[in-house]
């Protein structure tokens, strides 16, 4: 599905979810190369970014846990950037490309703003938009950790280890989609200051910018979360060793009794106690009280 927006002398095609007959005409109209086009069907394992005299190609993942519309917890956007003219081609429904889409159509309406002279603008913005949309979904996680960390309290740490876990994987994935995103900035910002000019230079630093918001809020909540499962492995070391103790002491506690009964159930003739009035009585009294030293011992010792 191809939509295009314009505003001025710029052009926007949003592309979502592309058949080969549409990337064939959008390959006509604005002279992408056969690579880049074969590229453009179909998502990309990594991302990149290639220079050419008439456009510059980027190829970038975000992470969707919370706004995914599909399967994949990662979506691609595919950008071609040109003077004038910006694709951008995706696989999935993307709200924040939504959104911005939204925006231009009324700053186009209106007229009330400047985008700028050159499709590098609106790459600026609606990367930033994209990056915006990863600290909501940072976000999602944050709440995710404080109600871990609620539960944690509450006597449940044994279910918090897969909670905890889970978390974990999700930023470990979120950190992997978003870690080469620097050096591709770093690359785009070198290629656009001679695409676009050196004063372009400003504005892919203020995307870096960003960047760097995301990858802070995600270092703060892998060190929340690195806190949260010390907590709780705490917590359940107390609570197991709270059990072996109290295991233990039972274990103490009945096997002088068991011991008793044992020596008395032995197949002997002179055995004392044994065939007297009250025998069964007398060696029961003996295996209650000696429990009970045991008992009043380990309180004695404050090991209960």
């Known amino acids: 599905m191809i939509n295009r927006y314009h505003h001025k002398d710029l052009t926007w095609v949003d592309v979502e979810s592309p058949t080969k007959e549409e990337i064939a005409s959008l390959a006509q109209e604005f002279h992408i190369l056969p690579a880049q086009e074969g590229e453009l069907l179909y998502p990309s394992v990594r991302p990149k970014i290639d220079t050419h005299k008439e456009s510059l190609y980027l190829i970038l993942h975000f992470p969707a846990f919370r706004h995914t519309h599909g399967k994949d917890a990662l979506q691609e956007v595919d950008f071609i950037i040109g003077t004038g003219f910006l694709i951008t081609v995706h696989y999935d429904s993307i709200d924040a490309l939504h959104k911005f889409a939204k925006e231009f159509e009324v700053t186009s309406l209106l007229d009330k703003h400047d985008i700028g002279d050159h499709a590098g603008f609106l790459f600026f913005y609606i990367v930033k938009k994209l990056y915006h949309s990863l600290e909501h979904e940072l976000e999602s996680l944050e709440v995710r950790l404080g109600a871990a960390e ?15 876990s889970r978390i974990n994987r999700d930023l470990l994935d979120f950190k992997q989609a978003i870690r080469p995103h620097a050096e591709i900035l770093k690359t785009f910002e070198a290629s656009a200051a001679k695409f676009f000019g050196e004063e372009f230079s400003f504005y892919v630093r203020s995307i870096f910018g960003e960047y760097s918001k995301v990858t802070n809020l995600l270092e703060s909540h892998k060190e929340m979360l690195v806190d949260l499962r010390e907590t709780n492995d705490s917590l359940l070391t107390t609570k197991t060793s709270i059990i072996m103790k109290r295991l233990t002491f039972v274990s103490f506690a009945t096997f002088p009794p068991m011991l008793i009964a044992g020596i008395f159930g032995m197949n002997a003739q002179h055995m004392p106690i044994i065939g007297s009035m009250f025998d069964f009585w007398r060696i029961l009294g003996i295996m209650f009280g000696t429990a009970t030293l045991i008992v009043s011992f380990f309180f004695y010792k404050k090991w209960l």
Do not use: C, P, R, Y
Request: charged residues 35%.
């Open 150 to 164: 609620g539960m944690i309290f509450k006597g449940k740490e044994d279910e918090m280890v897969v909670v905890l």
